[in-house]
DNA sequence: CGAGATGTTCGGCT
DNA sequence: AAGCCGAACATCTC
């Protein structure tokens, strides 16, 4: 489900435990989602500490905690393809695919996620952690210029445009739904390969890119499932759903290894 | 019951 | 070496 801007949605579900100690954690310490992760070194970190604050940047999360006002504890969570978090009430009973739940007075902070394609992380320290520091530039960011966007194409040109706004080392954040999306309104065939785009398409590309993040953020990252009427979005769901600009019922195939949905008339 | 799902990583093949 | 592709991961829903 989550990309960049669900992500975003999502962080804030833990904003009411923002400022408050964490009495009890609960993980699943054998699961997949916890891999590489010390648990007992994370639980014994958390346990006391208060909740700080949290940021989200491309499909990553970044909680901070610590005993007082600066941070020594840091989880990244990555919600991968069925990961949520919510906030819940103190009594909250663990529902079974709850990996990783911190309670707090009156209040359960909790991730979930059934098919674990998701990934908490920890660090203890002062300083933010590398996998945090390191992330590729956002696509929203003044790094992000058309000439970045310009020798990634070039460079991986052999691959599929739509493969290639899949990489999350170039296109941080953009998922499956988000590459479409970007693609039609675009009018970019996704099957086009990335050398073959005229310079015309990729400023258009890079354009389109950057808008499609804009809105999601400010539409979805407040209230999900809640992009503009007129969006692709609400159409590539459907086995029969038709083109918003001209009616036509949309194609779908697999490209770049992912079910991808397009309209054939609108995007050469 | 089989297929597919909004993600990432790894191994193998150019 | 770099780039590209498909399989695997774990579980649920249609």
Redo the contacts with the bound molecule.
């Keep these: ?3 960049l801007a ?1 992500v975003e949605y999502y962080r804030k579900q833990w904003d009411p435990g923002v400022g408050a100690r964490v009495i009890r954690v609960a993980l699943h310490a054998e699961k ?1 989602v916890l891999r590489g992760v010390d648990s007992a070194a994370l639980e014994h970190a958390l346990t006391g500490s208060k909740l700080l604050g949290s940021e989200a940047r ?2 990553q999360m970044l909680f901070r905690f610590g005993k007082a006002t600066s941070p020594s504890a840091w989880v990244g969570i ?1 919600l ?3 990961g949520h978090l919510h906030a819940a009430s103190g009594d909250y009973a663990l529902q ?2 709850d990996h990783f739940v911190l309670f707090q007075k009156g209040r359960a902070l909790v991730f979930n996620d ?4 998701g990934r908490i992380r920890f660090h203890a320290g002062s300083a933010p952690p590398e996998w945090w520091t390191n992330l590729p530039p956002d696509i929203l960011s003044r790094e992000f210029t058309c000439e970045r966007l310009e020798s990634v194409v070039t ?6 445009v739509k ?1 290639l706004l ?1 990489m ?1 080392d170039f296109f941080p954040g953009v ?3 988000m590459a479409d999306e970007i693609l039609w309104r675009a009018r970019l065939n996704p099957r086009r390969r990335g050398n073959r785009l005229e310079s015309s398409e990729i400023g258009t590309l890079w354009r389109e890119t950057r808008e499609v993040c804009r809105i999601a953020l400010k539409t979805i990252g407040a209230k999900l499932g809640d992009p503009p009427a007129d969006w692709f979005f609400h159409v590539r ?1 459907s086995k029969h759903g038709e083109c918003p600009r001209c009616g036509l019922p949309i194609k779908t195939a697999t490209i ?4 991808t949905r397009w309209c054939a008339k609108c995007q050469k």
């Design positions: 489900m989550p990309e669900e997949r491309a499909k990555h991968g393809m069925s079974k695919h059934p098919r674990q394609f460079r991986r040109g052999g691959s599929p493969a899949l999350q998922g499956n739904w769901w770049g290894s992912r079910t």
